[in-house]
């Protein structure tokens, strides 16, 4: 089945840089990229997602990139701000349900 | 729209207790999921349905925990007896197709003393 690894677990960061997460898939197959943000107390929410047809897709401070060929994609956010804390996950799927990587704690601080 | 409803949002009691979880998914979304988030192993999926047909429930840990979906509107996760180990956050998610975003209810946290 698919496998998906995500670094770092924990990232922390100043106010108004920039925050790079990353994942890597195993499944060659994989076409859908889904990306969630978790806040404390509540469930996971679809913050931006790409499909394999694409390299790059944004959405005014997010952005995603995926690399096909190395199997991996990648969460952009720039100018971050202490509302982007929160834990955010990586998922892969082929036409199944999408499998989750473990996450990585985000904190920003003021 | 009110989006996946679970309830209740917290539930403490003993081990050996029978214990029912609740869920609401969106109007229209064909696919339910529930899932257990925990520390140690992070986001698991237990079981998903299609058209309140169970298709998989390989993540299912016990013969403890059977799930239904007696509706397109409704589904529960029981768990009987439950055990301290069983305690962890559930989620119910849905969604308009396998292959579509899922959206999350806000979870049950649930404490087995």
């Known amino acids: 089945g698919e496998n998906v690894e995500q670094h770092p677990s924990t990232l922390s960061v100043q106010e108004g840089d920039s925050a790079v997460i990353k994942c890597t898939y195993s499944?060659?197959?994989?076409?859908?990229f889904p990306w969630y943000k978790q806040e404390l107390g509540k469930g996971p929410q679809l913050i931006i997602d790409i499909r394999s047809n694409v390299g790059e897709k944004k959405d005014q401070r997010i952005a995603v990139t995926l690399n096909k060929t190395a199997k991996h994609f990648s969460l952009h956010i720039t100018e971050t701000q202490p509302e982007d804390s929160a834990v955010y996950f990586c998922?892969?799927?082929?036409?199944?349900?999408?499998?989750f990587g473990r996450g990585t704690s985000l904190i920003v601080h003021p | 729209d009110a989006g996946v409803i679970q309830s209740p949002r917290h539930e403490v009691t003993e081990m050996g207790q029978e214990v029912t979880l609740r869920c609401k998914p969106i109007?229209?979304?064909?696919?339910l999921f529930w899932y257990r988030q925990t520390m140690m192993r992070g986001l698991e999926l237990l079981i998903y349905f299609n058209n309140n047909v169970p298709i998989d429930d390989s993540g299912m840990p016990e013969d403890r925990f059977s799930a239904k979906m007696p509706n397109a509107s409704f589904s529960t996760l029981k768990i009987q007896p439950s055990e301290p180990r069983d305690s962890a956050v559930y989620f119910c998610?849905?969604?308009?197709?396998?292959?579509?975003?899922?959206?999350f209810g806000d979870g049950t946290r649930l404490s087995i003393l």
């Open positions: 109007s229209g979304h064909d696919y």
């Open positions: 998922a892969a799927s082929k036409e199944r349900i999408p499998t």
């Open positions: 499944d060659s197959a994989s076409n859908y």
């Open positions: 998610a849905s969604s308009q197709g396998l292959h579509q975003p899922q959206h």
